[in-house]
Structure formats: structure tokens, C-alpha cells
């Protein structure tokens, strides 16, 4: 599976952006999906997740009812929704596909998003 994340940038407090996430290859709609995101000099932080059909979809404390993840397996695309952004959601944001105990299988190269305040 090969992952290409797009429409991160630069926008300002309290804006919104919506990442999307294109896959080809193997079949997508058979993976579990997330969005992780780095910010500098910081760890990689889990975002949101979705089930392979999309009927489960979970995101982390720190961007509920901010963030939203969906994804549209006929496009073979995973989406993540972001409103009222504030500076410190500022990271490259990375798809992955297969999520494991130690990360993902597969992996974008990321996108970067950065919030002015």
C-alpha cells in the first residue's frame, strides 16, 4: 500500500483544514486506518483511527470535537477533518495504513500543518 497525504498548510487560530489521505496498491478497504501527527522536538502522537468499514471511528483527547476522521473506501481515501485548530495541533501529519502494537505498517510520507496564533 502506498500512501500519499495532501492539503495540509498554513492557516490561522481557530481555522479548519481537511487532510486527505490517497491509497493504491494492495486493496485499502481491507486496513484499519490513523492519522498521527509530529510536532518538532516531540514524539509522534496518535490523532484518530477508523475501522476498515468505517463503522468505527475514535479520535484522541486532545482533539475531540475539534477533529473528525472518515474515509470513502470507493476512493480508496481516508479524510481528517480539523476545526477550531490552535497552534499546538502545529505537526506533520501522517496517514498510515495496518496498525500494529508498535505503529503501522504502512506509511505516508506526511504533510505539514502549522497554525498561526
Known sequence: VQLVESWGGFVQSGGFLRLSCVASGRAFRIYDMC?????????REFVAGISWSGGNAYVAD????????SR?????????????LKPEDTAVYYC????TDS???????????????
Open 96 to 99: 498510515a495504513a495496518d496498525p
Open 72 to 84: 470513502n473506501n470507493t476512493k480508496n481515501t481516508v479524510y481528517l477533518q480539523m476545526g477550531s
Open 62 to 69: 486532545s482533539v475531540k470535537g475539534r477533529f473528525t476522521i
Open 35 to 43: 492519522w498521527v501527527r509530529q510536532a518538532p522536538g516531540k514524539c
Open 103 to 117: 505503529g503501522a505498517n504502512y506509511w505516508g510520507q506526511g504533510t505539514q500543518v502549522t497554525v498561526s496564533s
